[in-house]
């Protein structure tokens, strides 16, 4: 098995299909995901807004793809710093070779992805019941911080009514180290957009 990567309009034709397999079986009928036909594949055939530069990690053995995941990356202004940030989406495993430590495997090479790219801080939602797998990850709570994605005029925080999510972070430089705690208990405005309303 081998972790490649590639940015996510350059994935091979082969293994973006799988992809988009994988997207297509992790959340059925999402009305954002690229058609699962390739033969019917017109328009975006990305899962993600380009302005965010998504790169696409992909677990394989041999050609056959069995966890995905994308970063996202983006400026954000935080407690009135600069920072460069990055984010996970798409973090999906193949069913039938779930439970085997794959997803894992590939969560924790985002981490450290994220750390070589000269990133200062890493951090996403998640649905809580899944704090525990990315910890497992190597990454981590951050207590009491709300997630506002969506744009300025049309926000879309993670503390909306009907989600149960936390927010997990990493902070890789020593700037963002040393900043780490301006991120509990507050609202982070990571703003990605209309596509990718909430990484």
Known sequence: MRILSFPEDATPPDLR???IELQHEGWPGH??????DPAARVGRHTTHDP???????????????LAALDILTKEITHAGQRY??????????RQSARRRGHGRRLV???????????????LFTCDRPLQGFYESAGWHLLPGAVMVGG???NPYPSDQPG?????MGNFF????QQNRRAFHHSRVEVHPGEIDKLW
Do not use: H, I, N, W
């Open 51 to 65: 302005a965010l530069r998504p790169l696409s990690l992909l677990l394989v053995d041999g050609d056959l793809v």
């Open 31 to 36: 009305e954002a995901l690229p058609p699962l």
């Open 84 to 93: 460069r940030a990055g984010g996970l989406g798409s973090v999906v495993t």
């Open 17 to 19: 299909q799988q992809v």
């Open 173 to 176: 430089t020593p700037r963002g």
């Open 108 to 122: 924790a090479a985002s981490r450290e992805r994220m750390a070589s790219c000269g990133l200062d801080v890493g």
């Open 163 to 167: 989600f149960d999510k936390v927010v």
């Open 151 to 153: 744009t300025p005029e």
